[in-house]
């Protein structure tokens, strides 16, 4: 099983539905973080958490809500989506100190229509 | 606030020629680097790190990539593409400010030719 889990890797949503996008890791790490990759503009930062009890807004937030169900869980919600969601969505750990980089999922591809 | 920069939106070699791919990064302090490395379909995988010491550090699959501080930079070099290599790269920088926020850059994407 890979370290860090997404799903779906595919969906397909209307404008105006409520989606989730689930992230499980098995790395062990207190550090989760939620990018949106566009092309020509690379990874930008939605959510971050630290541990279950600190969650961070990054710098592209709004239209964007998580939750830290856990150490090993964290999902990226989008209340009401909008065509200018569609992109390609990481999940990421790292331990504590983040030295070692970050471990990254294969990515959810979400097409808003 | 850090940020990074790599000029190159694609760059195309032949397989065997040797590659150097660009970036910039701006930061205060000693800044956390990072070189990551995207295949088609697949999320980022770390190359390759530097925090302090040797300023030419190796990576994974043959890569290695040189920290000047005089210049803000931190190229990756490869002596020899393979076909395999054709993928998007990532150059990252990290802070230790806000708690350790990781930065990246747009990415260059390579293309191989045989």
């Known amino acids: 099983d890979a370290d860090v889990t997404q799903t779906p890797r595919n969906r397909i949503t209307k404008t105006g539905k409520r989606i989730m996008l689930e992230c499980s890791q098995t790395k062990g790490h207190d550090r989760m973080y939620w990018y949106r990759q566009d092309p020509g503009l690379g990874l930008r930062l939605i959510y971050y958490s630290f541990d279950v009890k600190d969650i961070n807004k990054g710098e592209i937030s709004d239209g964007y809500s998580v939750s830290r169900q856990a150490q090993a869980k964290f999902s990226l919600s989008l209340e009401s989506a909008i065509p200018n969601q569609t992109a390609l969505y990481f999940c990421?750990?790292?331990?504590?100190?983040?030295?070692?980089?970050?471990?990254f999922g294969s990515g959810t591809r979400l097409t808003v229509v | 606030a850090q940020s990074v920069t790599q000029p190159d939106i694609h760059i195309t070699v032949s397989e065997g020629a040797s590659l150097e791919l660009r970036c910039n990064y701006s930061y205060g302090a000693t800044p956390y680097l990072f070189w990551y490395v995207q295949s088609p379909g697949q999320g980022l995988q770390l190359l390759l790190k530097?925090?302090?010491?040797?300023?030419l550090v190796q990576g994974i699959k043959g890569f290695e990539a040189e920290f000047k501080r005089s210049q803000s930079s931190f190229n990756l070099r490869k002596p020899s593409v393979h076909w395999s290599d054709a993928a998007e790269y990532f150059c990252a920088v990290g802070a230790l400010s806000g708690g350790f926020k990781t930065i990246f850059g747009a990415g260059t994407r390579l293309f191989v030719k045989a």
């Open positions: 990421a750990t790292s331990d504590s100190t983040a030295n070692y980089g970050y471990t």
């Open positions: 530097y925090f302090s010491g040797d300023t």
